[in-house]
């Protein structure tokens, strides 16, 4: 079964902190990978799209490495709002995609 | 904008009732998907369409029936509900290729 594995967490960080998530896929086949953000008890948001060159968004910096099919999600400066569990997300084929059970992360003041 | 919209929103039910639950776009995405979410876990696919009047079997369809016959609609429906299936339920969309899904905003279904 192509699974996506997170860290269970909780992260709990103070404000102005910088965290990591990781996450591993086991599809070789994946070609697009997301983080997304989901609140409390609220639908999945898309945080960002992960790309083989690395990209960032504001205080977001998201790593894919394929030969190790591993994910990072690096957040710098780390406000009250980022508090959330945060989804790893890998493409598995027929515009399916695979969850991982998510990252809950607390900022605390 | 409604994006994916999704009701009911919260229900109860007894074991044994049926029910269906509604999801619908007006973004004209040809890819539609349902999920469920237990607690502390991830998000396991029930059912997904690729086009009105295609649909196929996610993870864990048992229990669980869908229809597409319109591109803006996609109900899931439960035939004889089991505690079991008490969970958050997520109804997605995309337009096509290999882009983020748009999710609505859940239902949350009890069943006792």
């Known amino acids: 079964r192509k699974e996506v594995e997170q860290d269970p967490g909780p992260f709990n960080v103070p404000e102005g902190a910088t965290v990591a998530f990781n996450c591993t896929y086991s599809?070789?086949?994946?070609?697009?990978f997301f983080w997304y953000r989901q609140d409390c008890r609220k639908e999945p948001k898309l945080l960002m799209s992960v790309y083989s060159s690395g990209n960032e968004d504001g205080r977001f910096t998201a790593q894919l490495n394929r030969a190790s099919q591993y994910i990072s999600l690096l957040i710098r400066d780390s406000k009250l709002s980022d508090s959330a569990t945060y989804l790893c997300?890998?493409?598995?084929?027929?515009?399916?995609?695979?969850f991982g059970k998510g990252t809950k992360l607390s900022v605390i003041p | 904008n409604a994006g994916v919209t999704q009701t009911p929103k919260f229900r109860i039910l007894k074991i044994g009732q049926s029910m269906t639950l509604q999801c619908t776009q007006d973004m004209n995405h040809n890819y539609m998907y349902w999920y469920r979410q237990d607690p502390g876990m991830g998000l396991k696919l029930i059912y997904y369409s690729v086009g009105a009047g295609i649909t196929d079997k996610g993870e864990v369809p048992n229990g669980y029936n869908v229809s597409r016959s319109t591109t803006e609609d996609f109900p899931l429906r439960l035939e004889l509900a089991a505690p079991s299936q008490t969970s958050v339920y997520f109804c997605a969309s995309i337009p096509g290729g290999n882009q983020p899904q748009h999710f609505g905003d859940g239902t949350r279904l009890s069943i006792l």
């Open positions: 599809n070789s086949a994946s070609q697009s």
């Open positions: 997300v890998a493409e598995a084929g027929s515009y399916q995609l695979t």
